[in-house]
């Protein structure tokens, strides 16, 4: 049986805590990631972050037209160093293009959802696109997807997490 496509990440397991050093409030890097069982007919990945548990289900960061033969997403990615050749990155809806870490509340956790989409095409799409840009560029064409579910808290909050409902 052929494998899932699946997204990890070395840096916290799945529904765990997100390091703070990727927080908005600290050192606002992206966390790495690796990608596992990409199918072959693959022509791009599409990395989507978003924060569901605030008002309107806030977009962190997009990238698309990522190589499929990619299998790790480094920490603290450097477009200008070449980091993910060919990839282009979105405008959050925090009006930036690039990556912001989640912001912690201080009335508990809330979940982080890293999304992988494997298309059948490239993506046609300027940089800074917006989500719904992206979403629309990106229907009919999704061949694969995973994610990753971490949690943002503040560092004073217990954290506890019963769900994973993302879809």
């Not at 908005?24 to 992206?30: A, F, L, R, V």
């Not at 693959?42 to 989507?48: D, F, R, S």
């Not at 940089?127 to 009919?140: N, P, Q, T, W």
Request: charged share 25%; net charge neutral.
């Amino acid at each position: 049986m052929k494998e899932a496509l699946q997204i990890s990440s070395p840096a916290f397991g799945r529904q765990g805590v997100i390091p703070e050093k990727y927080y908005s409030t600290k050192g606002n890097i992206n966390p790495p990631f690796v990608v596992d069982n990409v199918p072959p007919e693959a022509k791009n990945l599409v990395l989507y972050v978003e924060d569901p548990d605030t008002n309107g289900n806030t977009v962190l960061w997009s990238v698309w037209n990522i190589d499929p033969k990619t299998a790790e997403i480094p920490e603290d990615l450097s477009f200008d160093n070449g980091d993910l050749p060919g990839a282009v990155e979105g405008r959050n809806d925090l009006g930036k293009i690039g990556y912001t870490g989640p912001t912690p509340s201080h009335w508990g956790y809330h979940r982080i959802i890293f999304r992988l989409y494997a298309l059948d095409k490239k993506l046609d799409l300027p940089g800074g696109a917006s989500k719904g840009k992206l979403k629309e560029a990106i229907a009919r064409h999704v061949i694969a997807k995973s994610h990753l579910v971490g949690a943002c808290r503040h560092h004073r909050k217990p954290f506890s997490v019963h769900r994973e409902d993302v879809d």
